[in-house]
């Protein structure tokens, strides 16, 4: 079986969401697949907060509280873009680490059959219309149950933001979900028989390319913050409150978006503990043996004899393979993870920091100053 022809997991691709996608001709299975969804997401949701906001100007002589808060307009103009741009980010990175199992041969020609498997298994998952009907439900519960949070009484301005954020939370879920399978699709790789090498630079036994969709994670906790953000900033604009009040929330949410993205990954953990310990006792058993044989002959050498004995730097070398042995840590947690999440959760937060330091106000007398 050609590399090629080898399925990999995707993501983004399958459901019937995709699938009505395709049919409207929004989907393409072209590069400008997620400019074209986003576009048509924010039209939809956000024709309604226009119409209902500038009616709203000319009937009453003034706009809507709705329409002067900071939420509506992230939810739509920048929370749904970054989740559709995320998941075809998460999905490429996954299609990546997918055709690395195979070059690298972390998976076998053998097993390749098996992991089709799995993959075809996940996938029925991924696709399946009833799962992502009941999220649409839940969706359109929650409405309901958990209703927009804003200043405006009027009914017809709080109609007018049901389309966003219906939107906003059935995209959401839905990766949640996709996510969830990303999980699945690991913990059942983790169970095939891999070809891992205690050996590799990465010191994670050549597994680091599969944190990757991780990594890419981060964009979505960047989509949420945004949400967050432009919540807790109408707070402090119409309630007085100061981000003083806000660390906690800010911590937990980073502490969230962190388990999130890093979960998945766990399922590799007992398979790095029991590799480290099989180089371990191989290396350790190898060196003690060249060790006492480097002993045997080289110490009862001339110090002329001894001088530029290939065997000591032999030894030089074998300790330095053993040290990368030693060196194989537990977690599949490479730094770039850490940073594009919690960068990711705390970008957002920036403009609160600038605002509740006075930094627009200063800028503007600056600016005053200058002209």
Do not use: K
């Given at each position: 079986?050609?590399?090629?022809?080898?399925?990999?997991?995707?993501?983004g691709?399958?459901?019937?969401?995709?699938r009505?996608?395709r049919?409207?001709?929004?989907?393409?299975?072209?590069p400008?697949?997620?400019?074209?969804r986003?576009?048509?997401a924010?039209?939809i949701?956000?024709?309604?907060?226009?119409?209902?906001?500038?009616?709203?100007?000319?009937?009453?002589?003034?706009?809507?509280?709705?329409f002067v808060?900071?939420?509506?307009?992230?939810?739509?103009?920048?929370?749904l873009?970054?989740?559709?741009?995320?998941?075809?980010?998460?999905?490429?990175?996954?299609?990546?680490?997918?055709?690395?199992?195979?070059?690298?041969?972390?998976?076998?020609?053998?097993?390749?059959?098996?992991?089709?498997?799995?993959?075809?298994?996940?996938?029925?998952?991924?696709?399946?219309?009833?799962?992502e009907?009941?999220?649409?439900a839940?969706?359109?519960?929650?409405?309901?149950?958990?209703?927009?949070?804003?200043?405006?009484?009027?009914?017809v301005?709080?109609w007018?933001?049901?389309?966003?954020?219906?939107?906003?939370?059935?995209?959401l879920?839905?990766?949640?979900?996709?996510?969830?399978?990303?999980?699945?699709?690991?913990?059942?790789l983790?169970?095939?028989?891999?070809?891992?090498?205690?050996?590799?630079?990465?010191?994670v036994?050549?597994?680091?390319?599969?944190?990757?969709?991780?990594?890419?994670?981060?964009t979505?906790?960047?989509?949420?913050?945004c949400?967050?953000a432009?919540?807790?900033?109408?707070?402090?604009?119409?309630?007085?409150?100061?981000l003083?009040?806000?660390?906690?929330e800010?911590g937990?949410?980073?502490a969230?978006?962190?388990?999130?993205?890093?979960?998945?990954?766990?399922s590799?953990?007992?398979?790095?503990?029991?590799?480290?310990?099989r180089?371990?006792?191989?290396y350790?058993?190898?060196?003690?043996?060249?060790a006492?044989?480097?002993?045997?002959?080289?110490?009862?050498?001339?110090?002329?004899?001894?001088?530029?004995?290939?065997?000591?730097?032999?030894?030089?070398?074998?300790?330095?393979s053993?040290?990368?042995?030693e060196?194989?840590r537990?977690?599949?947690?490479p730094?770039?993870?850490?940073v594009?999440?919690?960068?990711?959760?705390?970008?957002?937060?920036?403009?609160?920091?600038?605002?509740?330091?006075?930094?627009?106000?200063?800028?503007?007398?600056?600016?005053?100053?200058?002209?």
């Amino acid at each position: 079986m050609d590399v090629a022809d080898v399925p990999t997991y995707e993501i983004g691709s399958g459901g019937p969401l995709r699938r009505m996608e395709r049919a409207l001709h929004v989907a393409r299975d072209d590069p400008r697949d997620p400019t074209r969804r986003a576009l048509i997401a924010v039209a939809i949701a956000y024709l309604p907060i226009l119409a209902v906001g500038i009616g709203w100007r000319i009937v009453a002589g003034r706009w809507s509280d709705t329409f002067v808060e900071l939420l509506p307009h992230m939810r739509v103009l920048v929370t749904l873009p970054l989740l559709i741009l995320a998941e075809s980010f998460i999905s490429l990175m996954a299609s990546e680490a997918g055709r690395y199992l195979v070059e690298a041969e972390l998976i076998a020609p053998e097993r390749r059959e098996a992991h089709g498997a799995v993959v075809a298994r996940t996938s029925r998952l991924r696709d399946s219309a009833g799962v992502e009907g009941g999220l649409a439900a839940v969706a359109l519960v929650s409405i309901v149950v958990l209703p927009a949070l804003t200043r405006s009484a009027e009914p017809v301005v709080r109609w007018s933001l049901l389309p966003s954020i219906f939107l906003y939370r059935f995209l959401l879920l839905r990766l949640i979900w996709r996510w969830c399978l990303w999980a699945v699709y690991l913990r059942r790789l983790s169970r095939l028989p891999l070809s891992l090498h205690h050996l590799h630079p990465d010191r994670v036994a050549g597994l680091e390319p599969l944190s990757g969709p991780s990594a890419a994670f981060g964009t979505v906790v960047m989509a949420v913050g945004c949400s967050l953000a432009a919540g807790w900033g109408d707070r402090m604009r119409f309630e007085g409150i100061s981000l003083a009040v806000l660390p906690r929330e800010i911590g937990v949410y980073v502490a969230l978006a962190l388990l999130a993205a890093t979960a998945p990954l766990a399922s590799f953990s007992g398979l790095l503990l029991a590799e480290r310990r099989r180089g371990l006792r191989v290396y350790g058993a190898f060196a003690n043996r060249y060790a006492g044989a480097f002993e045997h002959e080289c110490m009862q050498q001339s110090g002329h004899e001894s001088l530029g004995a290939s065997s000591i730097q032999a030894l030089n070398d074998l300790g330095g393979s053993f040290e990368r042995v030693e060196a194989i840590r537990m977690l599949l947690l490479p730094r770039a993870v850490l940073v594009a999440v919690v960068a990711g959760a705390l970008v957002p937060m920036l403009p609160l920091a600038l605002a509740d330091a006075g930094f627009a106000e200063a800028l503007l007398r600056v600016g005053e100053a200058i002209f």
